[in-house]
T-cell receptor
Framework: DTEVTQTPKHLVMGMTNKKSLKCEQH?????MYWYKQKAKKPPELMFV???????INESVPSRFSPECPNSSLLNLHLHALQPEDSALYLC?????????????FGQGTRLTVV | AQSVTQLDSHVSVSEGTPVLLRCNYS??????LFWYVQHPNKGLQLLLK??????LVKGINGFEAEFKKSETSFHLTKPSAHMSDAAEYFC?????????FGAGTRLTVKP
């Protein structure tokens, strides 16, 4: 199984809503990532978990809250988002952080904030 | 510090002609380099990777890339473009800690 599964595929939420994005992998990878991708732009790193511990937070606003319940799961909790947060949110995993191990990406969650 | 520059934001080729997507990198360490492809509204798929073994790397779908340390380049090529190659391509550099993406090159393939 070389898949990273993200749910939901699409999400529309109001600015006062609370929602969560989910990501799952069963490849035994120890690093998991959240990226944000705006249209016609490259993915921007948001968070990195390594061995279930948050190792990088790229100055992301607190309305985004990551969680890694176990080595296979990664969540992104969303609260009080702004319309400019509308984007494709990509989850990825790799055997370890950095180095020569490639990342496997999910299909993404298309988020629209209204 | 590491960075990657994709020299063309958009490349347009005719079906059956060669493809060249250019990438230059900067890294303080011996980097690993990757090319990913992204079709519209999809995730990213790995095309190929360089990890200090052979400098000419073959990937999926007929793509290959050559690592040239003297030129700090890792250009992606394909001998003959197919309509299904139309997509966004990202060059990625990775050192001991993290991956950094280039800005992307949009490949258009004309019939």
């Amino acid at each position: 199984d070389t898949e990273v599964t993200q749910t939901p595929k699409h999400l529309v939420m109001g600015m006062t809503n609370k929602k969560s994005l989910k990501c799952e992998q069963h490849m035994g990878h120890r690093a998991m990532y959240w990226y944000k991708q705006k249209a016609k732009k490259p993915p921007e790193l948001m968070f990195v978990y390594s061995y279930e511990k948050l190792s990088i937070n790229e100055s992301v606003p607190s309305r985004f809250s990551p969680e890694c319940p176990n080595s296979s799961l990664l969540n992104l909790h969303l609260h009080a988002l702004q319309p400019e947060d509308s984007a494709l949110y990509l989850c990825a995993s790799s055997q370890d952080r950095g180095g020569d191990t490639e990342a496997f990406f999910g299909q993404g969650t298309r988020l629209t904030v209204v | 510090a590491q960075s990657v520059t994709q020299l063309d934001s958009h490349v347009s080729v005719s079906e059956g002609t060669p493809v060249l997507l250019r990438c230059n990198y900067s890294s303080s360490y011996s980097p690993s380099l990757f090319w990913y492809v992204q079709h519209p509204n999809k995730g990213l798929q790995l095309l190929l990777k360089y990890t200090s073994a052979a400098t000419l790397v073959k990937g999926i779908n007929g793509f290959e890339a050559e690592f040239k340390k003297s030129e700090t380049s890792f250009h992606l090529t394909k001998p003959s473009a197919h309509m299904s190659d139309a997509a966004e391509y990202f060059c990625v550099v990775s050192d001991r800690h993290d991956m950094r993406f280039g800005a992307g090159t949009r490949l258009t393939v004309k019939p």
